[in-house]
């Protein structure tokens, strides 16, 4: 069973940076769309930003140049560079993978804590 594993969440305060790794124990080559969500409470989980094995990339529009998300396909991991952290993106952020045979992954998810 494919297993994803977060870090690199914490407290930071507002103008900050944190980089969140997600550690993928399948191989990422067949992993179709990669991507971050983060569930705040009392909200739905919402897409952060997604990457295809393409290459290409998606950004919610309210972390658009302040986030980026990577892969590393040697090392099976996928980052999210969180930068100019706000209030408001503090969350639990969970790692997801959509494989190519249609199965769907998810990680346990890393608390992210955004301190004025």
């Known amino acids: 069973q494919v297993q994803l594993v977060e870090s690199g969440g914490g407290l930071v305060q507002a103008g900050g940076s944190l980089r969140l790794s997600c550690a993928v124990s399948?191989?990422?080559?067949?992993?179709?769309?990669m991507g971050w969500y983060r569930q705040a409470p009392g909200e739905q989980r919402e897409l952060v930003a997604s990457?295809?094995?393409?290459?290409?990339?998606n950004y919610a529009d309210s972390v658009k140049g302040r986030f980026t998300i990577s892969r590393d396909n040697a090392k099976n991991t996928v980052y999210l560079q969180m930068n100019s952290l706000k209030l408001e993106d503090t969350a639990v952020y969970f790692c997801?993978?959509?494989?190519?045979?249609?199965?769907?992954?998810w990680g346990q998810g890393t608390q992210v804590t955004v301190s004025s």
């Open positions: 997801n993978v959509k494989w190519w045979n249609g199965f769907n992954s």
């Open positions: 990457t295809t094995s393409a290459g290409s990339t």
């Open positions: 399948g191989n990422i080559f067949s992993a179709n769309v």
